[in-house]
Nanobody, 124 residues
Framework: QVQLVESGGGLVQAGGSLRLSCAAS????????MGWFRQAPGKEREFVAA????????YYADSVKGRFAISGENAKNTVYLQMNNLKPEDTGVYYC?????????????????WGQGTQVTVSS
């Protein structure tokens, strides 16, 4: 089972940018379908973005489409989430997740491995 560690969160003003990193160990991230999720206080964990095992497919929540980009770097065994034009409603804890097999990639229950999360706070 792959182990995941997120980093890169922080406090940023609205309109700013952050890049989150998800370092994988134990397996290559390319062996998995990778996803980013976020959870705001009092809300359920929600899908943000995903990249397929082949790397040929990327998927985004409508709320982040055009602002966020998911990518992977094989040499560092790391998946990134570039977040631009951040909004206060993007605030939350961001989690990286992995699933060797997947059907509903937007569903948290499909993912078998999770990182500890990194806090993103966007001020208005």
């Amino acid at each position: 089972q792959v182990q995941l560690v997120e980093s890169g969160g922080g406090l940023v003003q609205a309109g700013g940018s952050l890049r989150l990193s998800c370092a994988a160990s134990g397996q290559t991230f390319r062996s998995n379908n990778m996803g980013w999720f976020r959870q705001a206080p009092g809300k359920e964990r929600e899908f943000v973005a995903a990249i397929s095992r082949s790397g040929g497919g990327t998927y985004y929540a409508d709320s982040v489409k055009g602002r966020f980009a998911i990518s992977g770097e094989n040499a560092k065994n790391t998946v990134y989430l570039q977040m631009n034009n951040l909004k206060p409603e993007d605030t939350g804890v961001y989690y990286c997740a992995a699933a060797p097999l997947i059907i509903q990639r937007r569903s948290p229950s499909e993912y078998k491995s999770w990182g500890q999360g990194t806090q993103v706070t966007v001020s208005s």
